[in-house]
T-cell receptor, first 115, second 112 residues
C-alpha cells in the first residue's frame, strides 16, 4: 500500500521567503509527527498531531514555524522568513495509533536549502 | 531530559559476520524503543519495536533486546549481507510522551 508521501522532495529558497512543506500520511493513521534532521544534529522532534489537534508542539524552534492538519489527514509545515539555519531535511511520520505496538512510518523527507 | 547514545558511530564488517549494534539511554521510564534503518537520501524504515514490558523482539535475521533497568538495547544482525549496509537508528519514546528521542546512529558497511 501507499506509504507516507512528502512534497516537494527538494526545496531551495532564498533567505527571508516563506515555505510550505506537505505531508500525506498513510490512510487511517491518526497520529502524525514532524521531525527535522540536520547534519551532525540527528533527528529532532518538532510537533505531534492526534487527528487535527496538536497536543505537543514543544519542538517547534521559533514562532516562525507553524503546522496544521486538516481532515485528519494531510499536514502542512510552514516556515516563515526562512533563515540559513533552517536548512535541513524535514521528515514526516505517521502511526496507526499512539498505543503499543504502533511503529512510526516515515516519508522520504523534504530537503530544504536556504540560500 | 532523555539522551540516547549509539556506539560505535560507524562499523565495517565482512559479509556473513554476525554483529551487534548498541544503544544506551539515560531515563529508564520509557514507553517503547524502536530501531530504524535509514538508507542514503531516504526516510527511516521501522525494523523492530520493543514495548517497555518486553525483553526482546525478533524479525528474520534481526533480534533486538531491551534492558530497561540498565538503559540499554542491542540490535543483533545475523549473517550480515551487503544489503544490510545503512545507518541504524535507535529511538526511545518516554513514558507519558509522544516524542521519540533519537540517537545519532551507527553507519554499517557490509563488505562483499
Amino acid at each position: 500500500g501507499a506509504g507516507v508521501s512528502q512534497s516537494p522532495s527538494n526545496k531551495v529558497t532564498e533567505k527571508g521567503k516563506d515555505v510550505e512543506l506537505r505531508c500525506d500520511p498513510i490512510s487511517g493513521h491518526t497520529a502524525l509527527y514532524w521531525y527535522r534532521q540536520s547534519l551532525g544534529q540527528g533527528l529532532e522532534f518538532l510537533i505531534y498531531f492526534q487527528g487535527n489537534s496538536a497536543p505537543d508542539k514543544s519542538g517547534l524552534p521559533s514562532d516562525r514555524f507553524s503546522a496544521e492538519r486538516t481532515g485528519g489527514s494531510v499536514s502542512t509545515l510552514t516556515i516563515q522568513r526562512t533563515q540559513q539555519e533552517d536548512s535541513a531535511v524535514y521528515l514526516c511520520a505517521s502511526s496507526l495509533t499512539t498505543s503499543n505496538p504502533s511503529p512510526l512510518h516515515f516519508g522520504n523527507g523534504t530537503r530544504l536549502t536556504v540560500t | 531530559k532523555q539522551e540516547v547514545t549509539q556506539i560505535p558511530a560507524a562499523l565495517s564488517v565482512p559479509e556473513g559476520e554476525n554483529l551487534v549494534l548498541n544503544c544506551s539511554f539515560t531515563d529508564s521510564a520509557i514507553y517503547n524503543l524502536q530501531w530504524f534503518r535509514q538508507d542514503p537520501g531516504k526516510g527511516l524504515t521501522s525494523l523492530l519495536l520493543i514495548q517497555s514490558s518486553q525483553r526482546e523482539q525478533t524479525s528474520g535475521r534481526l533480534n533486538a533486546s531491551l534492558d530497561k533497568s540498565s538503559g540499554r538495547s542491542t540490535l543483533y544482525i545475523a549473517a550480515s549481507q551487503p544489503g544490510d549496509s545503512a545507518t541504524y537508528l535507535c529511538a526511545v519514546r518516554g513514558a507519558g510522551s509522544y516524542q521519540l528521542t533519537f540517537g545519532k546512529g551507527t553507519k554499517l558497511s557490509v563488505i562483499p
